[in-house]
């Protein structure tokens, strides 16, 4: 076994579109929609989750990561947890830093246990967070680390990731809670280039982002369908739902590579490819 310090080099991110290496996955074998805490779930809550096509999409999903060169790490899948598909909240990866988070939902309390055996198993080095924080609400685009304010992160958690992370500025962006984390309202597809649903985001917060990115924005219903929730995995190529059509056709006409993949299962639960995805080392 590699020793930390070792382990610890192999765990980088320092934006959301470098070359993806190292990702953490989950399959959704036990995925349902039980208690609701979105919209997307008040939706298709009677309807719930065809977990047999939630896992065909899901696969698909993990090939086409590995035919890119991306080493998939996978979780184990708990009966005890309906929402443990959604990687990406109980932990991220800030520099060489990984945070464990504390969830805000009980249905989704102890998620994070198996994120921390997996990162004790490799000694790789891990930090809890001291406070309600979630890791679609962390967005990091090299030396700046923009954060949702919401009911599930909070403003005692960015000071503590300021503290954590002095080379870091910590962004505050407070958005509507109703869209749930930040990444389904904002991300980031390259140093010049963001998504944007401008409705859950004050003028203030809209005008800052502008400064730093080109924005796409997102239309009402292709939010709802998780358009802004993509994942990049470097070199200008983007995951996406074929459903997405106008943000992927305004995606390719800023020089993205997008590859389509249907998760029209998984959405119904309120996140799309970056919620599925906690990335361990980006180059």
Same mark, same amino acid.
């Given at each position: 076994?590699?020793?930390?310090?070792?382990?610890?080099?192999?765990?980088?991110?320092?934006?959301?579109?470098?070359?993806?290496?190292?990702?953490?996955?989950?399959?959704?074998?036990?995925?349902?929609?039980?208690?609701?805490?979105?919209?997307?779930?008040?939706?298709?809550?009677?309807?719930?989750?065809?977990?047999?096509?939630?896992?065909?999409?899901?696969?698909?999903?993990?090939?086409?990561?590995?035919?890119?060169?991306?080493?998939?790490?996978?979780?184990?899948?708990?009966?005890?947890?309906?929402?443990?598909?959604?990687?990406?909240? !109980?932990?991220?990866?800030?520099?060489?830093? *990984? $945070?464990?988070?504390?969830?805000?939902? +009980? #249905?989704?309390?102890?998620? =994070?246990?198996?994120?921390?055996?997996?990162?004790?198993?490799?000694?790789?080095?891990?930090?809890?967070?001291?406070?309600?924080?979630?890791?679609?609400?962390?967005?990091?685009?090299?030396?700046?680390?923009?954060?949702?304010?919401?009911?599930?992160?909070?403003?005692?958690?960015?000071?503590?990731?300021?503290?954590?992370?002095?080379?870091?500025?910590?962004?505050?962006?407070?958005?509507?809670?109703?869209?749930?984390?930040?990444?389904?309202?904002?991300? !980031?597809?390259?140093?010049?280039?963001?998504? *944007? $649903?401008?409705?859950?985001?004050?003028? +203030? #917060?809209?005008?800052?982002? =502008?400064?730093?990115?080109?924005?796409?924005?997102?239309?009402?219903?292709?939010?709802?369908?998780?358009?802004?929730?993509?994942?990049?995995?470097?070199?200008?190529?983007?995951?996406?739902?074929?459903?997405?059509?106008?943000?992927?056709?305004?995606?390719?006409?800023?020089?993205?590579?997008?590859?389509?993949?249907?998760?029209?299962?998984?959405?119904?639960?309120?996140?799309?490819?970056?919620?599925?995805?906690?990335?361990?080392?980006?180059?």
């Amino acid at each position: 076994m590699s020793s930390p310090v070792e382990d610890q080099s192999k765990t980088k991110v320092n934006t959301e579109y470098d070359t993806l290496k190292r990702v953490i996955l989950c399959q959704p074998k036990f995925m349902a929609i039980e208690d609701v805490i979105n919209d997307t779930q008040k939706k298709y809550a009677e309807e719930n989750i065809n977990v047999e096509l939630a896992m065909k999409q899901h696969e698909e999903f993990e090939k086409l990561l590995i035919e890119h060169g991306v080493e998939v790490i996978k979780l184990p899948s708990s009966e005890q947890f309906p929402e443990q598909v959604f990687t990406r909240d !109980i932990g991220f990866t800030v520099g060489e830093e *990984i $945070f464990v988070a504390e969830m805000a939902s +009980d #249905i989704r309390k102890g998620e =994070e246990e198996a994120l921390e055996e997996f990162l004790e198993e490799e000694d790789i080095p891990y930090q809890t967070t001291t406070d309600r924080v979630e890791g679609g609400d962390v967005i990091v685009d090299r030396n700046k680390v923009y954060v949702g304010i919401s009911s599930r992160t909070s403003d005692e958690a960015v000071r503590n990731l300021q503290r954590d992370l002095p080379k870091h500025d910590i962004i505050r962006v407070p958005f509507n809670e109703k869209y749930l984390h930040l990444d389904c309202v904002f991300n !980031i597809l390259s140093p010049e280039v963001g998504l *944007i $649903f401008p409705e859950a985001l004050s003028a +203030d #917060i809209i005008e800052m982002l =502008e400064q730093q990115y080109k924005l796409i924005e997102v239309s009402p219903e292709e939010q709802f369908t998780m358009g802004t929730n993509v994942l990049s995995i470097g070199d200008g190529k983007v995951f996406s739902l074929p459903q997405n059509e106008k943000v992927n056709t305004a995606m390719r006409a800023n020089g993205f590579e997008v590859i389509e993949v249907d998760f029209s299962e998984i959405i119904k639960s309120g996140g799309s490819f970056r919620c599925c995805s906690m990335p361990l080392e980006r180059e």
